[in-house]
């Protein structure tokens, strides 16, 4: 061996036995992987035996399984929710979620209006349909209810092609488009951000004792998107500090049946840096222990402007958005929601494989890290 290459091979026996010693071999062998005990999850496809073997074939083995049947002027069918959950178990599912009847869609095509209307006493015989609601649920051994106490509806305002990604559509929200687009104000009218708060108050001083007593946590998901004050009328109750606006929510009530369905991409679409911004979020919500769902949505852009894009090309690190939910114990579903569209005829069956694969990836990744 020529001297030059004995000295290199040395001094790289040198380096190597000074970076071992038997106290970091010790500290290593005491190092375990962090535990993570969230799953991957999903609200769409119901609980038809095609969805279900979907979803198995995907290895998503928790789920949000939509409703059970309506019984008019009383609320769930409780046998037809038995029915959901024996059909999941046949799959190795779990029906962890259902959807509550107080959705997304807006005041003008809300099945339930009158409870952010704010009008009785029509809304006091709606909060009684609901707290029947809750009790299904939790006779059928469901733990969460994702919620919406919105007026105005999801708001976008067109279409963003991608070239680069198989000419990809997303959905695009920029509020200068939607200001032109002029649209009218809802059957609400003009609503402020006290009177959204009152409403919410009395629907939920009435439902979270029945959530407390029948142990069914009750999941808000915050306006999509938060928006500035009285656009349409409305003043969105997590706008236009959107996470001050959470804050609020949260301290509304002391209660470990009160919390969230914290939807990463509403909650990025307030912020004017999605990227950093969304980390002391995770954390304040995540030690209160209200996190109770989590719609994992990536985004380009931010407050007034951004393209609903896939997990992996958006401006969040979704890596360091799961291991910010490991590290405050979040335990729930981390699932897809909105998902981008394309022309192929499986375009949405196709997006949610992608975005299966990629979080239990993600999950697998953290669950590897050490402390």
């Known amino acids: 061996m020529k001297r030059k290459n004995f000295i290199r091979v040395i001094a790289a026996g040198s380096v190597g036995a000074a970076a071992w010693s ?13 535990k993570v005990l969230m799953k991957v999850g999903c609200q769409s496809g119901g609980t038809s035996t095609e969805n ?35 059909a999941c178990e046949k799959y190795g ?27 009785s006493p029509e809304r006091d015989r709606e909060i009684e349909i609901l707290q029947q609601m809750i009790q299904v649920a939790g006779k059928s051994g469901i733990k969460v209810l994702n919620y919406n106490t919105t007026i105005l509806p999801v708001l976008r ?37 006290e009177q959204m708060f009152e409403r919410i108050t009395y629907l939920l ?10 142990k069914v946590k009750l999941a808000n998901h915050i306006a999509d998107p938060p928006t500035p004050v009285g656009f349409r009328g409305i003043t969105r109750w997590n706008s236009p500090d959107v996470f001050k606006g959470i804050q609020r929510f949260a301290k509304l009530y002391d209660s470990e049946y009160h919390g ?45 402007n951004f393209q609903e894009v896939y997990p992996d090309n958006g401006d969040m690190n979704f890596l360091h958005v799961v291991r910010a939910l490991r590290d405050v114990g979040y335990s729930g579903m981390v ?4 998902v981008p ?31």
């Open 157 to 193: 305002t067109g279409k963003t092609v991608d070239p680069k990604r198989g000419n990809a559509i997303y959905s695009t929200w920029n509020y200068e488009e939607a200001v032109k687009q002029n649209a009218p104000k809802t059957i609400a009218g003009d609503v402020s951000i």
């Open 22 to 34: 038997p106290e970091l071999a010790k500290a290593n062998s005491k190092a375990k992987p962090k």
């Open 260 to 304: 969230f369905n914290f939807c990463i991409g509403s909650i990025a679409e307030g912020l004017n840096d999605p990227k950093t911004e969304i980390m002391p979020i995770i954390k304040w919500v995540g030690e209160r222990n209200q996190i109770f769902n989590v719609h994992l949505r990536n985004i380009k852009g931010g407050w007034n």
């Open 205 to 214: 001083d009435r439902i979270l004792p029945v959530a407390k007593e029948y």
């Open 335 to 338: 699932m897809p929601d909105h």
């Open 341 to 371: 569209h394309h022309a192929d005829s499986a375009a949405d069956l196709q997006a949610f494989s992608f975005c299966y694969g990629y979080i239990k990836g993600l999950l697998q990744t953290v669950a590897d890290e050490v402390s």
């Open 52 to 86: 279900l073997e979907f979803k198995a074939r995907h290895g998503v083995y928790n789920l949000d399984g939509g409703a059970p049947k309506t019984i008019p002027g009383k609320g769930w069918d409780l046998d037809d929710s038995l029915r959901k959950k024996e």
């Open 93 to 119: 599912i779990s029906l962890d979620a259902y959807h509550f009847p107080l959705a997304s869609s807006g005041i003008d095509k809300a099945e339930y209006p009158n409870v952010m209307l704010g009008k």
